[in-house]
């Protein structure tokens, strides 16, 4: 029976199918819409603006010629937006990435400096191979580890390396040493030596900056102070004053693969492997916080494939591993975009840009890219997130100082190590130190909450213990379980009972646990006392049956609720006197 296609059609399905595997972003733009085009367009003008400054002050960030970050954002914003999923997600140089970059290529060039920009290409496509290696492995729990609070303490600790790096610009003073606080006090001791020109240059546009986000948040504030500070240099005749940036090629790269050593590939898989990381967690929390916000829903395997087509396309045009920026991003989002065609639009500009532009940045003095950079350094520290954290919950502000700490002592790229570190050892406190409470009644219902919550009309009913365990019971934590039931029963004023055992948090159980639920069986027959489980999940019921304890425990003694456990215990008849209400839940 025919199918209403014509036989040529099935070939042609057949290839838009593989297209559509192959750049599902770009098979996504069969079904754009004409009267998205121009929120796009006018989204993409905006980006721009903030793009070309922040790009060229990413480079020198990097290390690098400041024109790598344009070329860093072009092959990365084309090719991001024909593989990724988020149809926000703005792709190019990014901050962290450049700290990155400076630090690793920085001490395989030291002596011959021209090599730099081919081993940040060629670190590039390194990073691509290993987020394409993510995908392949399914990589995408590592994004689970980085935790609001380990990314509120990570962007603090950047912040001040960040800032810290560019004081030596503001003040034309070379800093000396590796790490932040090295930089620091090399251009404190010669702060005599500060150039007069080029702290007026940042001190200016660091107002403008600061005046138009404040007043005019519109108006595109670093693009303003970036074109102010070059055409006062330009008109001023101050080129020889202060350190510009000085003479660009114009045109746009022909692609093409770095010219490195045999031994270069081998020396940065450690870097590759390690931006790669930094640039999915990154990017995929900026991608999931647009995508929430508009219920979508981001795919980690296409981010990885997407992430890893915007690094070779930024390696291969000679520019550095691209990565994702959150200021740009929510840019793009804020302009009412539609589509990743407001990122397209922002890199034929970046390539006009490249090709009318250039001959201006001969008079851009690097105070005012140092002073711009510092402007977003300071804006990444999120004191609101801060307090609110050390407010709610001090051990994720714990977490989150930890991080902080570690980006500052140890790097920015191990800082992440550290975070992910802090992470694992608060799940395995959870884990080993599980939430534990002592169940009351809600006077007047048949709720039962723990007597931790701020109910004044919770009552414990003599001879009885209601007891919820919120965690899975396995081999770390089923001690707890056994020494604190114990512990309550011994303690008691009144001599309990029966002991109800809320499993409802239990929402695993191995061999161990259920062995330390035999135990416990055990210790309460010795003292006389009945249990009674309440809330048993079908799979623990089963470990239970297998190992023989719930024939101990008898499946009289297991009830769906708490009230059903109550109500089958020996004091049942003194809860039945009481009036008994509508329930509502068993808390």
Do not use: C
């Not at 929120?39 to 905006?46: I, V």
């Not at 930089?183 to 005599?192: E, F, G, M, R, Y």
């Not at 999931?288 to 916000?293: D, E, Y």
């Not at 365990?469 to 029966?498: E, G, W, Y």
């Amino acid at each position: 029976m025919s199918d209403g296609r014509s036989p040529a059609a099935a070939p042609a399905t057949r290839v838009a199918t593989f297209l559509g595997r192959l750049l599902p972003g770009a098979a996504e733009l069969r079904h754009y819409h004409l009267q998205w085009l121009r929120p796009d367009l006018l989204a993409g003008l905006a980006v721009w603006a903030i793009l070309v400054p922040q790009g060229l002050a990413y480079g020198e960030l990097a290390g690098l010629s400041p024109v790598t970050g344009l070329y860093t954002a072009l092959g990365a914003l084309v090719l991001y937006g024909l593989v990724g999923s988020s149809r926000y997600l703005h792709v190019g140089p990014e901050s962290s990435v450049s700290i990155v970059t400076a630090a690793y290529v920085g001490g395989l060039v030291t002596g011959a400096p021209e090599r730099a920009a081919a081993l940040a290409s060629l670190l590039a496509l390194v990073t691509a191979g290993f987020l394409l290696m993510g995908a392949v492995l399914r990589l995408g729990v590592i994004a689970r580890l980085l935790s609001t609070p380990v990314l509120v303490g990570y962007l603090t600790g950047s912040a001040v390396v960040i800032a810290s790096s560019q004081l030596g610009k503001i003040l034309a003073i070379p800093p000396s040493g590796d790490q932040w606080w090295e930089k620091v006090v090399s251009v404190a001791a010669h702060v005599a030596d500060a150039n007069v020109y080029a702290i007026v240059v940042a001190a200016g546009s660091l107002i403008v900056v600061v005046v138009l986000l404040h007043w005019a948040p519109r108006v595109p504030a670093i693009l303003v102070a970036i074109s102010a500070a070059t055409a006062v240099v330009g008109l001023a005749g101050w080129e020889n004053l202060l350190p510009v940036v000085g003479h660009v090629p114009a045109g746009v790269p022909t692609p093409s693969l770095p010219r490195v050593r045999p031994g270069d590939l081998l020396n940065l898989l450690g870097a590759g492997a390690s931006v790669a990381v930094l640039v999915f967690a990154s990017s995929m929390l900026t991608a999931t916080a647009l995508a929430r916000r508009d219920r979508e829903h981001v795919s980690a395997h296409r981010e990885f494939l997407g992430l890893a087509a915007a690094s070779v396309g930024s390696g291969l045009l000679q520019g550095y591993p691209a990565g994702s920026s959150d200021s740009r991003s929510f840019v793009v989002a804020d302009s009412r975009a539609r589509s990743q065609i407001a990122n397209f639009t922002a890199a034929a500009l970046v390539v006009v840009t490249l090709l009318v532009l250039t001959p201006a940045f001969r008079y851009l003095p690097q105070a005012a890219l140092g002073a711009v950079v510092l402007v977003a350094a300071v804006r990444m520290i999120d004191l609101v997130a801060l307090r609110r954290l050390w407010r709610v919950r001090r051990s994720d502000f714990l977490m989150a100082a930890v991080t902080m700490g570690g980006v500052l002592i140890v790097g920015v790229l191990p800082g992440i190590g550290v975070g992910i570190g802090v992470s694992l050892l608060e799940v395995l406190r959870r884990a080993l130190l599980p939430h534990t409470a002592v169940l009351g009644r809600v006077a007047g219902h048949q709720t039962w909450r723990g007597t931790e919550d701020d109910h004044g009309d919770l009552r414990l009913i003599p001879g009885l213990l209601v007891y919820r365990f919120d965690a899975p019971l396995f081999f770390a934590n089923a001690d707890v379980l056994r020494h604190q039931v114990t512990r309550l029963v011994d303690a008691a004023d009144t001599p309990v009972r029966t002991v109800v055992l809320d499993a409802e948090g239990m929402v695993d159980m191995d061999i161990t646990g259920a062995e330390t639920l035999g135990a416990l069986l055990d210790d309460l027959e010795e003292r006389g006392i009945r249990l009674v489980l309440a809330r048993v999940r079908t799979s623990l019921q089963t470990t239970l049956s297998r190992l023989g304890v719930e024939d101990r425990i008898g499946t009289g003694n297991i009830h769906l609720s708490v009230r059903g456990a109550v109500d089958s215990a020996s004091d049942a008849s003194a809860v039945a006197t009481e009036p008994q209400p509508g329930t509502s839940g068993d808390g």
